[in-house]
């Protein structure tokens, strides 16, 4: 069975750069059929898709963050890793990293696994 953990700062100040990793056992990052996902939920919103990376190292992002948000691999690692720059305070919100077997989902329910998340704070 796949299990995520994700991992990275809770406090960030803003402006600043977001790097959150997502390692995965049980799974193959590469091997696995699976698409890499990250969502976020702001407090007192819904959940949003950030974008994903396919087994196969396909990227898909959401419009929304595509401008500022970068998805890769750690092949050494097994993880997969999530970069978001010019942080605001508006971008606090807990960060989930699941993995779905639909490799172009962006739904939630689409997902077969999901890791416990990762609350991240932007303020000063």
């Known amino acids: 069975q796949v299990q995520l953990q994700e991992s990275g700062p809770d406090l960030v100040k803003p402006s600043q750069m977001l790097s959150l990793t997502c390692t995965v056992s049980g799974g193959s990052i590469t091997t696995s059929f699976y698409a890499w996902t990250w969502f976020r939920q702001p407090p007192g919103k819904g959940l949003e898709w950030m974008g994903s990376?396919?087994?196969?190292?396909?990227?898909h992002y959401s419009p929304y963050f595509r401008s500022r948000t970068s998805i890769s691999r750690d092949h050494a690692k097994n993880a997969v890793n999530l970069q978001m720059n010019n942080l605001k305070p508006e971008d606090t919100a807990i960060y989930y990293c699941?993995?779905?077997?639909?490799?172009?989902?962006?739904?939630?329910?689409?997902?077969?696994?999901w890791g416990k998340g990762t609350l991240v704070t932007v303020a000063l």
């Open positions: 990376i396919g087994y196969d190292g396909s990227l």
């Open positions: 699941a993995a779905s077997g639909r490799l172009r989902s962006f739904r939630g329910d689409d997902m077969d696994y």
